[in-house]
């Protein structure tokens, strides 16, 4: 979606603002905040994409007027809504009004070690194989679905190189709208600067982007 | 945002969903676990091991695995080695994607709008207000991290630290340099 995330290559940001000995969170509430989040996922309700397409869709102020966790938080509360969790009476009241209806895939903290562990691989078994070969030149298409894509703005309709195949992975198109997991071939696209921002462009600047092969025509 | 997350963690508590003790454990584990020390030993191994090095290159994720590494939001690691010619940087224009095995949790300005959209466009500039100016002649190869494969830069290993063992090499490694944000530090 053309959402508030999208924001490779716009200007207006200001300076990135690298901090000396920089905590790994800001406040008490931000430790929550991912431990929450993480527990939540566990419940079955959404997946990685469904939770990315949640962030992606707040509202253009609201999500550039967040911190990075308070998009976390307020994108949580828009899942467990949809997932029947968690209503606005019980937060406006901050009491539960009724059971948890995922509560017996709660993460019980003597499985939290195995389930980062295990992580959630996203590469699935090949029914075809893969369209493009590194090497070949490939053209990005007009590709700006209304909902989740992992092709970003800057590098829509453009012309690149397929440097390397990653595997066939989950679709994040399909898979964070409720199609299932969908596989595609999933490859590596490099594009030189000049192509993706023309003239004036940085001549010895290339940029990638891991583009699955729905998003690719030949070139 | 306190009373806020606070009253999320007691109602989902209460209602069975989740358990403040696993909240505990996961906060526990990329504090004080799981972090960017893990990413500097894979990349000082790299550099004292031609052979881990070939296979860190080959499949990343293997290799990472040898040292114990893995798991959540590193399941498809590619690692990408620096020259001479050309630098990399690593970033996720969309939203954070960050290989947390090896280098934990993403600091805040790998995950705001300024490094996202510059990162992609005028990568010389943010390395500057990281510190870093390269030759005007080398190139920059800037990774966009838009599916589930997470990338590691491994810096080039510095001037003057022949002869230091992989402990202290390890501890040349700064965790943006295996962003692309920084390179080694030069011993002391």
Aim: aromatic share 8%; hydrophobic share 40%.
């Amino acid at each position: 979606m053309n959402g508030p995330q999208d924001v490779g290559g716009r200007a207006g940001f200001g300076p990135v603002a690298p901090e000396r000995d920089e905590p790994l969170f800001h406040a008490e509430w931000e430790r929550r905040a991912l431990g929450i989040t993480l527990c939540c996922g566990v419940l079955g309700h959404w997946n990685i994409d469904s939770s990315r397409h949640a962030r992606e869709s707040l509202p253009p102020a609201v999500y550039y007027g967040s911190t990075y966790y308070e998009i976390w938080i307020r994108a949580l509360e828009a899942l467990l809504r949809d997932a029947g969790e968690l209503s606005y009476e019980e937060l406006s009241s901050g009491q539960s009004l009724a059971p948890g209806k995922a509560a017996t895939r709660c993460l019980k903290p003597d499985r939290v070690a195995a389930v980062l562990s295990a992580g959630s691989p996203v590469d699935r078994p090949a029914s075809a194989p893969a369209r493009f070969s590194p090497g070949d030149r490939v053209r990005t298409r007009n590709h700006q679905p209304l909902g989740h894509t992992r092709l970003p703005a800057y590098a829509r309709q453009k012309t690149g190189v397929v440097e390397a195949i990653r595997g066939h992975h989950i679709y994040a198109d399909a898979h964070a709208h409720g199609a299932g997991e969908a596989p595609e071939w999933l490859y590596t696209v490099r594009f030189d600067a000049g192509e993706l921002y023309g003239e004036g462009a940085d001549p010895t600047l290339s940029i990638s982007i891991d583009a699955w092969e729905p998003y690719l025509d030949p070139a | 945002m306190t009373a806020r997350v606070r009253a999320i963690e007691t109602i989902l508590t209460a209602k069975g969903l989740i358990d403040p003790a696993a909240v505990d454990a996961i906060v526990d584990t990329y504090e004080h676990k799981v972090g960017p020390r893990n990413g500097a030993q894979v990349v000082a191994r790299a550099w004292t091991d031609p052979a881990f090095a070939a296979r860190l290159a080959e499949d990343a994720t293997s290799a990472i695995a040898e040292m114990g590494f893995g798991g959540r939001q590193g399941e498809h690691m590619v690692a990408i080695f620096n020259t001479p010619d050309l630098h990399n940087l690593v970033v996720c224009t969309l939203c954070s994607c960050y290989p947390w095995p090896v280098l934990g949790l993403p600091p805040a300005w790998y995950k705001a709008p300024a490094y996202r959209a510059r990162a992609v466009r005028e990568p010389r500039a943010v390395l500057a207000e990281f510190g870093v100016t390269l030759p005007p002649d080398t190139g920059i190869r800037v990774w966009d991290s838009t599916a589930e494969v997470r990338y590691l830069v491994v810096p080039m290993r510095p001037d003057g630290s022949e002869g230091l063992c992989e402990a202290e090499l390890a501890d040349l490694v700064t965790r943006d340099s295996m962003i692309g944000c920084g390179v080694a530090r030069v011993p002391a």
